[in-house]
């Protein structure tokens, strides 16, 4: 059984780390946050004081931080990972990032040694902390086999998307498209059923057994109704830089995505007004404009 290290435990590294201790994993760790350090060291994970520390003694780790900056540092910095691995062993980068990112961070690492699955995950926080999570996994199959078991204590599917660095990132903003544009819809619908009078629950029932129902709406229109903004594990500061790659990506390769870019808008006003917020604030703005609110 490989060791196994988790670099970034917030709400999705926790997950991660709390799936690989409880399916056998040795799992050392590391995260800014003392608290976080506390919280994972409970579980049952082995606090490292440095990157390197965690390299040392993992022959897979993943790297859930949250932007590509970070990860280039984590991975390629002078107490990075490549330095510090044994050859032969895996980073898994779980992090959403831009698909040149990754490739950057991969032709970095040639003649290292050290293999990258570049392998975004879907599923936010309640995937990730379930073991349920999506995984959009680029690499090799050989490598993909090699280290399959460590990829399947975290999730529930595993989807080959490619064999180079970048591919997964490149499904992952196809898919942050889609679901950024459903949020929006749905924070729309919501503040609409609010003016006119209908009740949370009603629209609720309606909408999760209809043709439009789909885990992504109706998880936002359950925490609009319920009234919680904060706390729920999906920051709003995630989406708006998940759309910002897609639409970055759409721009470079000459895609119009016109739905994508006004949930993008609805996103912006929401992290402007509630930067603290999680996704589901952004009804909250078109609640303050039209004066209504939608409670169960």
């Known amino acids: 059984m490989h060791n196994a290290g988790v670099i970034g435990l917030g ?4 997950g991660l780390a709390k799936n690989l201790i409880n399916n056998g994993f040795k799992t050392t760790g590391l995260d800014l ?3 976080r350090m506390v919280t994972f060291e409970a579980m049952g994970g082995s606090p490292a004081k440095t990157v390197a520390e965690v390299g040392q003694n993992a022959t897979a780790v993943y790297v859930m931080v949250m932007n590509g900056d ?6 390629l910095g002078d107490d990075g990972l490549v330095n510090h691995m044994s050859s032969g062993s895996v980073i898994i980068l779980t992090a959403t990032i831009k698909p040149s990112e990754a490739r950057e961070i ?3 690492m040639e003649g290292a040694g050290i293999h990258l699955i570049d392998s975004p995950v879907s599923g936010g926080f309640p995937g990730a902390q379930s073991g349920t999570l999506t995984m959009m996994a680029a690499g090799t199959n050989t490598v993909l086999d090699q280290y399959a078991s460590v990829m399947q204590a975290v999730s529930k599917t595993i989807h080959r998307v490619g064999e180079n660095a970048g591919d997964g990132q490149v499904v992952k903003s196809c898919l ?9 819809a749905t924070f729309e619908a919501a503040a609409l059923a609010a003016k006119a009078g209908v009740k949370g629950d009603v629209l609720f029932n309606v909408f999760s057994t209809s043709g439009a129902g ?11 109704i319920d009234r919680r903004f904060e706390g729920t594990g999906s920051g709003i500061g995630t989406m708006h830089k998940d759309l910002t790659i897609t639409l970055a990506m759409a721009e470079e390769i000459g895609v119009p995505l016109h739905m994508a870019s006004t949930a993008m808008q609805i996103f912006h006003a929401g992290k402007s007004k509630y930067p603290d917020g999680d996704n589901w604030v952004c009804t909250r703005v078109i609640e303050d404009i039209i004066g209504a609110e939608l409670h169960r």
Do not use: H, P, Y
């Open 33 to 35: 946050s003392k608290d």
């Open 11 to 14: 709400d999705m590294g926790s």
């Open 176 to 184: 942050q498209s889609l679901i950024g544009s459903i949020f929006g």
């Open 106 to 108: 991969a032709a970095a």
């Open 70 to 75: 970070q990860a280039k540092s984590v991975i």
């Open 214 to 224: 789909c885990g992504v709406a109706n998880t936002a229109l359950e925490n609009i």
